[in-house]
Every structure is written in C-alpha cells, then in structure tokens.
C-alpha cells in the first residue's frame, strides 16, 4: 500500500513549538535544566588558592585533628621500617634516621593528645 506524504510534512499552524510564548518557555525550560544539571561551582577562600589540592575542614576539633596526625605518623613509621629492612648500607641509615624522626614526631603529638584529653 502506497501512503502519500508531503516532503517536508506540513506542520500544523497551532503547534506548540511556534510563537515568542513558546519560546520563553523554552528558554525557561533550558535555563532550569542548566541549573540541574551544570551548576555552577562554589567559590570559597580555599577554592581560590592557586596550588592548593587539599583542605582541612575547619570545624575539625583538636583531638580528631592530633588523633589523626598520630595515626598517619604510626603508617609513615610502618611504611618507613619495612622500607629500611630492603635497603642496604648508607641509604639504610637514611631510612632509619626518617623512622626515628617519625617516631619522635609521633610521641610529640601522642603528648599534646593526652594533655588535650587526658585519660
């Protein structure tokens, strides 16, 4: 069977995509989905700072903040003393000096801890 169509088809005059009403509304519909769906970044202080990757939150309380100092000093002296035992001679010593420089920085903070919050 054989349909006849027009070539271009022909629109009907009381579309919804024709006249400046519809066209705001389009534009509104753009502007809404942009809001979705591409937000704009937040600007804030650290944001602006060339080089800077990492922050620490600024409601962070002392005792969390030196907590956690303590344990990234317990994994660097981990990190370090399996480091050391591969090595041989002069950079051996190195190595070992960085751990005692670590486990020194360690007690510091483990004191500042406990007098921060003395169990």
Known sequence: MFKI?????????TSTHSGSKNKKHDEAAKRALDHYLLPKPEK???ASKPGQLFTVAK????????????????SADAMISN?????EGPRRHIALGVQQLIELSSLLANRVLDNVDPR
């Open 5 to 13: 169509t027009p070539n271009p088809p022909e629109t009907d005059p």
């Open 44 to 46: 804030s202080e650290e």
């Open 59 to 74: 409601n962070a309380d002392n005792e969390c903040l030196l907590a956690n100092l303590s344990e990234n000093l317990a």
């Open 83 to 87: 480091l050391a035992f591969d090595l």
